[in-house]
């Protein structure tokens, strides 16, 4: 089967930098995706990693490392709207169907 | 650009009962995904359309859940009949093709009582 692991949940102080890991087992690999949910909002798409390296997107980075089946996405400068779900899913072939992990709740402190 | 429309924006049912939801995608978008989201979980894929061919609906109950995509543009979903388990938001998604970056809608929350 497939899985992906990614923390439950992640406390963080305004203005600092929180980092998300994710890990994946899955039986092919395309990429990486980053989905950010507001509670009873829409999953909105942050970043996507198909080769190994940094991908930066103002506030927001994403990493990926192949050989270590490992990805994260880096917040800085953390601002309070910031807090919601933060989703890792992988693309395992050329349908580019994902595959989410379970997500991860951040809760931005004043 | 108009995002991807869903409705309705909630539906309350009893067991047994059948229900369909509706998806309008983004304009020229040829793929549509549906997924099915549990509470506390991240989204589950149910099908994958392309224009209004099936390319993947390993995932689909199909004993119950129906979907079609008409002449490539909008989209139902259907169940009949529901489960206690359904009980979940129904997320449908576009893409102009097979790509990365869907654009998801607000989905529809299905209760099953």
């Not at chain 1, 506030?59 to 089946?69: E, G, I, V």
């Not at chain 1, 992988?90 to 997500?103: E, H």
């Not at chain 2, 997924?35 to 099908?47: F, M, R, S």
Request: glycine content about 8%; aromatic content about 12%.
């Amino acid at each position: 089967g497939q899985s992906l692991e990614q923390p439950s949940e992640v406390t963080a102080v305004e203005g600092a930098i929180v980092q998300i890991n994710c890990t994946y087992q899955t039986s092919g690999f395309y990429g990486l995706s980053w989905y950010q949910q507001h509670d009873g909002g829409a999953p909105t798409f942050l970043s996507y990693n198909a080769l190994d390296g940094l991908e930066e997107t103002g506030r927001f980075s994403s990493f990926l490392s192949r050989s270590d089946s490992y990805g994260y996405l880096l917040l800085q400068e953390l601002q309070m709207k910031d807090s919601a779900s933060y989703f890792c899913a992988v693309t395992m072939d050329s349908s580019y169907k994902l595959i989410f992990g379970s997500g991860t709740r951040l809760l931005v402190r004043p | 650009e108009a995002g991807v429309a869903q409705s309705p924006r909630y539906k309350i049912i009893e067991k047994r009962q059948s229900v369909a939801f509706w998806c309008n995608p983004i304009s020229g978008h040829a793929t549509l995904y549906w997924y099915q989201q549990i509470l506390g979980q991240g989204p589950k894929l149910l099908i994958q359309f392309q224009n209004n061919g099936v390319v993947d609906d390993s995932q689909l109950p199909k004993d119950r859940f129906s979907a079609e995509r008409l002449k490539g543009v909008d989209s139902t979903l259907k169940i009949q009949p529901a489960k206690l388990e359904d009980s979940a938001v129904y997320l449908c998604a576009s893409s102009p093709s097979q790509n990365y970056g869907y654009t998801f809608g607000s989905g529809t929350r299905l209760t099953v009582v």
